[in-house]
């Protein structure tokens, strides 16, 4: 028994100290952007307003159908008061009971609900542009948080190399003054410069805990204070490279589809029934009713006594139908102002799409401006990062022979570091900046259905 019991404590603690690691999610940049847009709160406002869009579609369609009402009433009068049959005026207490059912359609309004009905329709669709626009804006920055973890790994990566070659270092000015090699001076000079590499890797920790943090943000991933991302962190997109990288051609592209400039088109032609709607206003409106209606009162007698209830709905029952027609006269001009004010918003409807095309090609530019400088920085970099690896090697072996002293390896080094820390800015603001212009490429950048 005591055995069993044992055994089963050590499965349990096996497995109590593997479940973190099993746990463990590694997340890609697919991952991190679906995990965000399906749990972003903001994102979710912009469904709310795409199902109330939706719903104020619908409703305009259903406008069409004729409206139906029914009427029921039960009134005990007291006192003096109108025979309801006879007109008299008489002093006494009775009831009456009423029943009606009423019924009428628009034929003719100005054309207001068919307007409605398309201007709504436009207005759906922007809701739904917008909210993809939103998805997209939160992709955007799911991917440069991403960028940044990838960075400062990298980064942390290049920190502890060069603590590593510090203690190195140490180690050997330790063992040279031990051997009477070296001056105990020495030793303070190489534990400085490694207690410095020490701090700039806990420095490097802290911002890579940053830039997890607002990863984690960024997606609403509640309950989880770290996050794990996956090495092959870039972008999985067509090969681009052949692509001409111009302002105009791609910007062309763009605005097709674009979700933001599509949605200000849709608000634009949206506007523009809008105005049509209002001049509906001014025409003359055509409408049908029809209607049946009874009652019983209590007043309502013959030789016999008071006529039974089911004699008098039959008897009392009316019936209509009929045609209205309503033609606006004067209306101290509120209708034609009404006009003018739609026409204004149309106008500015326009302008708006104008100034979204305007931000779009800005935006394009600058994009096309920093995808060349990032080249030309990128070819420098990489040379600049040859040239201060092989100066850091020579006085490295200088140090070790005793020919410099330890500032003149720590300036060496720390232009190696810097070096190295640069080229890792340009190869990911690159990154960046090529999966955005294939966005605006129309390339399949993000998996956003």
């Known amino acids: 028994m005591f055995m069993i019991s044992r055994a089963l404590i050590l499965v349990f603690l096996f497995f109590c100290s593997t479940g973190p690691v099993i746990s463990q999610v590694i997340w890609s940049l697919d991952d991190c952007i679906a995990y965000a847009v399906e749990h972003n709160l903001t994102v979710n406002n912009f469904r709310y307003n795409e199902d109330s869009s939706k719903e104020n579609h ?29 007109n008299d005026i008489i002093n006494t207490d009775f009831f009456s009971n009423n029943y009606s059912l009423n019924s009428s359609i628009d034929l003719f309004q100005g054309f207001q609900k068919m307007n409605a009905i398309k201007a709504t329709k436009f207005l759906y669709k922007a809701t739904q ?38 203690q190195t270092n140490f180690d050997l000015v330790a063992k040279q003054i031990e051997l009477g090699m070296k001056a105990g001076s020495d030793l303070y000079e190489a534990e400085s410069l490694l207690l410095t590499d020490k701090l700039s890797v806990t420095q490097t920790e802290n911002l890579l805990a940053g830039a997890k943090l607002s990863l984690i943000q960024e997606m ?43 949605a200000q088109e849709l608000r634009t032609k949206a506007a523009k029934k809008e105005v049509a709607m209002a001049r509906g206003n001014l025409y003359p409106s055509i409408s049908f009713a029809a209607g049946y209606g ?15 209830f089911s004699t008098q709905i039959k008897d009392n029952t009316s019936r209509y139908v009929g045609f209205s ?13 009404r ?41 420098q970099s990489d040379k600049k990062v040859e040239a201060q690896e092989l100066a850091f090697n020579i006085a490295q072996k200088k140090y070790e022979k ?13 232009l190696f570091a810097a070096a190295q820390s640069e080229n890792l800015q340009v190869r990911f603001r690159g990154m960046v900046n090529e999966s955005t212009l294939d966005f605006y490429r129309g390339l399949p950048v993000f998996n956003i259905e």
Do not use: C
């Not at 990838?150 to 070659?165: G, H, M």
């Not at 309503?326 to 102002?337: K, L, Q, T």
């Not at 104008?354 to 394009?364: A, G, H, P, R, T």
């Not at 005793?402 to 720390?414: E, R, V, W």
């Open 58 to 86: 619908r409703q305009s369609i259903r406008n069409l159908l004729p409206g139906v009402s029914g009427y029921s009433d039960y009134n005990i009068r007291y006192g003096r008061s109108t025979d309801p049959n006879t």
């Open 129 to 166: 542009e917008e909210a993809l626009q939103q998805k997209y804006l939160l992709a955007f920055r799911v991917m440069s948080a991403f960028y940044d973890i990838r960075f400062y790994e990298e980064l942390l990566i290049v920190s502890k190399e060069q603590e590593a070659v510090s």
């Open 220 to 262: 609403n991933l509640e309950g989880a204070n770290n996050i794990s991302i996956t090495d092959n962190f870039v972008a999985t997109t067509q090969d681009s490279s052949h692509l001409e990288v111009n302002s105009d051609s791609i910007f062309m592209a763009a605005k097709n589809f674009v979700p933001i400039i599509k």
């Open 294 to 308: 009874t009652g019983y009162f209590e007043t309502n007698v013959n030789d016999d006594g008071i006529i039974p």
């Open 325 to 337: 027609m309503s033609i606006p006269i004067s209306d101290r001009w509120s209708g034609r102002s």
């Open 339 to 379: 006009v003018k004010q739609q026409k204004i918003a149309y106008l500015r409807a326009q302008n708006d799409l104008d100034i979204q095309e305007q931000e779009l090609y800005q935006l394009i530019q600058q994009l096309v401006q920093t995808h060349q400088a990032l080249q030309v920085e990128s070819e």
């Open 402 to 414: 005793g020919l410099i002293n330890a500032l003149d390896l720590f300036q060496a080094k720390t």
